[in-house]
Structures are given as structure tokens and as C-alpha cells.
């Protein structure tokens, strides 16, 4: 099976713009989980989509909104760019819910946004 | 604060001596599960604890669970170099709880010395 692909690997972009992260999960997988990655506040969970529902939300603004597709794929939109943003962002997708059985989260290679 | 500690936050040994990391939570969990990183990229899947279990091994790996105390802890024996990482432990609540995600410690950096 595929892994999880995570598109761009690697964003540069200006405070105040908005940008659109995309992630496919393995094949069969339906739950997509979102993470954002930096070296102050380490790996901190934004939200998790089941079923083209979010299901859980982290402690993020509004500013960082997702969605996902009936064919599982997820995409993460953070708008009005701060330069705090500047994260590795990391997809995880799961057979079923986070908290629902005992599932393995597997991790794509991770978006690397730098905001200028 | 974060649900999951990890400690040491960063480690050093010489090739072929053993590793032990250990991680604090503080609520209850359906089960705890350890990551590998290899610099900045992304999160590999090392093994999965379920609250009912005190210990689990994979390979060079093992890991063991104690619910009383809140406390995992993942040993890697016989280091090499390729094991040179950060590792991080995370914990997912049970879904009767507001924890019901998956909550990530902030890591230890691990150097394996040839």
C-alpha cells in the first residue's frame, strides 16, 4: 500500500496570505488527524476528520480550518498568515476514530511552511 | 501542560549500549503509543501499549506500561547509529473523556555514537 502523502513538501510564503495543505491517507484509512510541528511548542494536534466530518479540535484560531473529501483526502487551510505559523505540518491517517479501538497512526512526510 | 513527558529530554550513548526513555501522562488513556523522527521529517509508528498491557516488545524494542504511576517507558537495546532519532510518546484518552485525541510529549533526542 501507498503511504500517506502529504503535497507541498515545502511552502514559502508572506504574514497574511492563506495557504492550503493537502493530504492523502493510505488507501482504506478514513480517519485523517492534523499536527502542527515546532521546535518552541512541539507536535500539537489541530483537528481529526472522520467521514468528511471534523471530529475533534485542538486548541488552534480559527484562522486553521480543515475539510475532508468522500475519498478520505483532507486538506488544511490556515488563512491570514502570522509568522508563528512557520511549522513542519504533519497528516496521520488511521482505520478508524482516534480514541475508538487501539489504532496506529500512520504519518505522512510533513508540509514545511515558513511564512516570511 | 502537555498530557505526555518524556525524559530525558535529550540522551547520548556509544553503539551497542542500551537506550531507556521514559514518558509521564496524567489521565486516563485508552493506550500509549511511541514514535520515532529522524530529523524533521516525518513520524514512524514504533509500538502500540494498550492500557490493559504492562509490557510489549518488537524487535529491539520494549516497552512497558504502568497505569498506577501514569508512566511508560521504551527501551532500545544494542544501539546502533541508524537509531539516532527524536522519540516521542503519545497518548490517546478514552473517548468518555474530553482526551479523546491523540496528545504527543515533547520528545527525546537520542545520539547514537559509532
Known amino acids: 500500500k501507498a503511504g500517506v502523502t502529504q503535497t507541498p513538501r515545502y511552502l514559502i510564503k508572506t504574514r497574511g496570505q492563506q495557504v492550503t495543505l493537502s493530504c492523502s491517507p493510505i488507501?482504506?484509512?478514513?480517519?485523517v488527524s492534523w499536527y502542527q510541528q515546532t521546535p518552541g511548542q512541539g507536535l500539537q494536534f489541530l483537528f481529526e476528520?472522520?467521514?468528511?466530518?471534523?471530529?475533534n479540535k485542538g486548541n488552534f484560531p480559527g484562522r486553521f480550518s480543515g475539510r475532508q473529501f468522500s475519498n478520505s483526502r483532507s486538506e488544511m487551510n490556515v488563512s491570514t498568515l502570522e509568522l508563528g505559523d512557520s511549522a513542519l505540518y504533519l497528516c496521520?491517517?488511521?482505520?478508524?476514530?482516534?480514541?475508538?479501538?487501539?489504532?496506529?497512526?500512520?504519518f505522512g512526510p510533513g508540509t514545511r511552511l515558513t511564512v516570511l | 501542560s502537555q498530557q505526555g513527558e518524556e525524559d530525558p529530554q535529550a540522551l547520548s550513548i556509544q553503539e551497542g549500549e542500551n537506550a531507556t526513555m521514559n514518558c509521564s501522562y496524567k489521565?486516563?488513556?485508552?493506550?500509549l503509543q511511541w514514535y520515532r523522527q529522524n530529523s524533521g521529517r516525518g513520524l514512524v509508528h514504533l509500538i502500540l501499549?494498550?492500557?490493559?498491557?504492562r509490557e510489549k516488545h518488537s524487535g529491539r524494542l520494549r516497552v512497558t506500561l504502568d497505569t498506577s504511576k501514569k508512566s511508560s517507558s521504551l527501551l532500545i537495546t544494542a544501539s546502533r547509529a541508524a537509531d539516532t532519532a527524536s522519540y516521542f510518546c503519545?497518548?490517546?484518552?478514552?473517548?468518555?473523556?474530553?482526551?479523546?485525541?491523540?496528545?504527543f510529549g515533547p520528545g527525546t533526542s537520542l545520539s547514537v555514537i559509532p
Open positions: 496521520a491517517s488511521s482505520l478508524s476514530r482516534v480514541g475508538v479501538g487501539n489504532n496506529e497512526q500512520f
Open positions: 488507501s482504506g484509512h478514513r480517519s
Open positions: 476528520y472522520f467521514s468528511e466530518t471534523q471530529r
Open positions: 489521565t486516563s488513556i485508552n493506550n
Open positions: 501499549i494498550r492500557s490493559n498491557e
Open positions: 503519545a497518548t490517546e484518552g478514552e473517548m468518555k473523556t474530553s482526551y479523546d485525541k491523540v496528545i
